[in-house]
């Protein structure tokens, strides 16, 4: 009934920017915390950001904080993923989840189907 679809991936140089979508669909996610997760080839997913249903909270790995921001619009029931000064090591596919309160785990309930970010030099 809930679905979740990324959307801006593709691939950049190092250095550049790149702004990721989540649409959820089928009902309004209130009192979710949403964010996102990536996968990068032969290694374990790992948590990236995410941020409460009323944008209040935020959490970043150590990886993405200065670089990567989450913000959602709740409206458009869209959470995004800014991210610049991209570097090699952020190669990856990006999930977005959903999770019912506030902390979002590697068991969120819900998943987008992913989206690829590569970055070259």
């Known amino acids: 009934q809930v679905q979740l679809v990324e959307s801006g991936g593709g691939l950049v140089q190092t250095g550049d920017s790149l702004r990721l979508s989540c649409v959820a669909s089928?009902?309004?996610?209130?009192?979710?915390?949403m964010g996102w997760f990536r996968q990068a080839p032969g290694q374990d997913r790992e948590f990236v950001a995410s941020i409460s249903w009323g944008g209040s909270t935020t959490r970043y790995a150590d990886s993405a904080k200065g670089r990567f921001t989450v913000s959602r619009d709740n409206a458009k029931n869209t959470v995004y993923l800014q991210m610049n000064r991209l570097k090699l090591e952020d190669t990856a596919v990006y999930f977005c989840?959903?999770?019912?309160?506030?902390?979002?785990?590697?068991?969120?309930?819900?998943w987008g189907q992913g989206t690829q970010v590569t970055v070259s030099s």
């Open positions: 989840a959903a999770e019912r309160g506030v902390v979002l785990t590697p068991k969120a309930s819900h």
């Open positions: 089928g009902r309004t996610l209130s009192g979710y915390v």
